[in-house]
């Protein structure tokens, strides 16, 4: 096995760099913001958090539109 097949890529790093090969799950957005996956649940059922759309049975979110929603909350926050 190689080492690159090993390696875990951060999902930080994809809102860094551009867009990704896939889109992020609930655990890459809990991972990205440091809280419990309830929470990115929690989020989503009460619409306040990066917008999400389902595939099949799993939540997934596309890394633009979680890109677009961290710079509008930092708009609203440095407006306060």
Request: without cysteine; aromatic residues 10%; positive net charge.
């Amino acid at each position: 096995m190689s080492t690159a097949s090993r390696t875990h890529v951060d999902p930080r790093a994809t809102l860094r760099v551009g867009l990704p090969d896939r889109y992020l799950t609930p655990d890459d957005i809990a991972e990205m913001f440091e809280v419990p996956k309830e929470t990115v649940y929690q989020w989503r059922k009460k619409r306040v958090g990066p917008p999400g759309f389902r595939v099949g049975k799993y939540v997934r979110y596309d890394p633009a539109a979680v890109r677009d929603w961290v710079a509008e909350r930092s708009a609203i926050a440095d407006a306060a």
